[in-house]
């Protein structure tokens, strides 16, 4: 008897938490409309398309890109101007920071990316949170570091 109820134990244990799940639920790629649906249900109000894999969303005066790449996987994109840092100002970003990436781009304007990948599956969730992390968290600590380091 206790044999028994061990191996249901097993079973339930590893059957769980894939049923928690459904086919649904994990995406290897969402379509842009499906994306802009996600951002609005998540509290995004200024979402429009671009182009075909580039949403734009305002939020506090800001416009952050979302590309939403053929492979699935998402890229969160935010450039400024009108500050001047240097290359090794870019690699203290990159150095002390986690979830996003800064370089100069060729107009030596300061650009923010971050992404996410594709390959483990999306869900609804980790596509909204990764954007409200990416928009809330990332690009207001990069605006901060921009202040503190400019050199105009």
């Known amino acids: 008897m206790k044999t028994r109820f061990a191996a249901l134990f097993m079973l339930l244990c590893f ?29 995004f ?8 894999g580039a949403i734009q ?3 506090n005066g800001r416009t952050h890109i979302l590309f939403n790449n053929d492979d699935g996987d998402l890229q969160g994109y935010f450039v400024t101007s009108g500050v001047t840092l240097s290359y090794e100002d870019m690699n203290e970003w990159n150095r002390t920071k986690r979830l996003s990436r800064a370089y100069l781009d060729a107009d030596n304007d300061p650009v923010l990316e971050a992404d996410l990948l594709s390959n483990g599956g999306l869900t609804k969730r980790n596509v909204g ?24």
Request: avoid cysteine; charged fraction near 30%; aromatic fraction near 12%.
């Open 57 to 59: 969303v305002n939020v």
């Open 15 to 43: 059957w769980l938490p894939g049923a928690a799940y459904s086919a649904e639920d994990i995406k290897g790629k969402y379509s842009d409309a499906e994306i802009m649906e996600i951002l609005r249900a998540d509290g």
């Open 129 to 152: 949170e990764f954007f409200r992390i990416f928009v809330n968290v990332s690009v207001p600590g990069f605006i901060e570091f921009l202040l503190e380091n400019d050199k105009s």
């Open 45 to 52: 109000s200024a979402v429009t398309k671009l182009d075909e």
